[in-house]
């Protein structure tokens, strides 16, 4: 009986054709992770599956508030200078006595000139016997009262681009610096010239760039009628768009409320004085009758 060796090996009686594969560390630990990313993509699909309607309102949400919060936060900051505003504007208004008798049209001031249309009322010193004294008296509809003014009174108005009603007219905003000439003939003329200028000297002095003079009327002139939108980029476009019409005797321009021309003007405000160019304060009693609408049938309402 043949003994075997106590040295032979393990690895000798192992066939030498059997492969041997050794598993290392890390290919253990590689396979871990693989599993487990794997397990944690396949919960995430499960979860896709049952929540895939909610990523889609998500996603939509999160794309929609790229277009709109911007112009949403731009809307709320106006929309809060507006309030801030109008706030503002609040209170800054006088207060004025109410009137029973006959109550003063709502949301309104007549804060702008009324060219000839109201009267002085000296026995009235303050804007509180102004109001009280119109508002007892059936002649008086309409009032107005400024530091250098006093208080004036009067009968109905229209305001602003109101078309209704009587032809008296009041501004609806505060006077304001202009820019402005006349083509014709005209006192204010007369009054500076070295000499005495021709009619034809007049119109060509005044419709050349060289020789016009844009500041010869600087406080708001009247009876120059409704804005003309086509020339109101500049004081020369409403110069020279005066020019071009034969009738046209004198035009104005005021860069926020543009170019008005008309074959003359009356009532020029404003030499200079700071006072002319502060806004009145007033009111006019509501008429029953009249509607308030503008040249189109369409109420028109004053903004302050």
Known sequence: MIKRSDSTSKESLMPESSPVTVISDSMVDDNGKLKRNRSIL?????????????????????????????????????????????????????????????????????????????????????ISECASTC????????????????????KDVRLGMEKDGVAAWCSDHPPQRWQGQYLIPHKSITQNAQHVLTKEEIRSNGCNEQTWNPDEQIGQCF?????????????????????????????????????????????????????????????????EGRTYVDKKGKPWQQSL
């Not at 112009?71 to 609040?90: C, S, V």
């Not at 009262?145 to 009067?154: A, K, P």
């Not at 939108?229 to 004198?250: F, I, L, Q, R, T």
């Open 42 to 126: 396949e919960s995430m699909h499960r979860w896709l599956a049952r929540n895939g309607k909610l990523v889609v309102i998500v996603l939509t949400c999160l794309t929609l508030s790229v277009f709109f919060i911007p112009p949403l936060k731009i809307l709320l900051r106006h929309e809060g200078h507006t309030t801030r505003k109008q706030n503002k504007t609040k209170q800054s208004l006088p207060e004025i006595p109410p009137c029973d008798k006959s109550p003063w049209k709502p949301s309104e001031d007549l804060r702008g000139k009324c060219p000839g249309d109201l009267k002085p009322f000296p026995t009235a010193t303050t």
């Open 135 to 154: 508002c007892s008296s059936d002649d008086c509809i309409s009032w107005q009262f400024r530091s250098d003014t006093g208080c004036l009174q009067g």
């Open 223 to 287: 009876g120059l009628g409704d804005v003309k939108p086509k020339a109101s980029g500049s004081a020369v476009e409403c110069m020279k768009a005066c020019c071009a019409d034969e009738k046209c005797g004198a035009w104005q321009y005021n860069q926020l409320l543009g170019c008005f021309y008309s074959k003359g003007m009356h009532g020029c405000q404003g030499d200079g004085n700071p006072e002319k160019f502060a806004p009145f304060v007033g009111r006019r009693k509501f008429m």
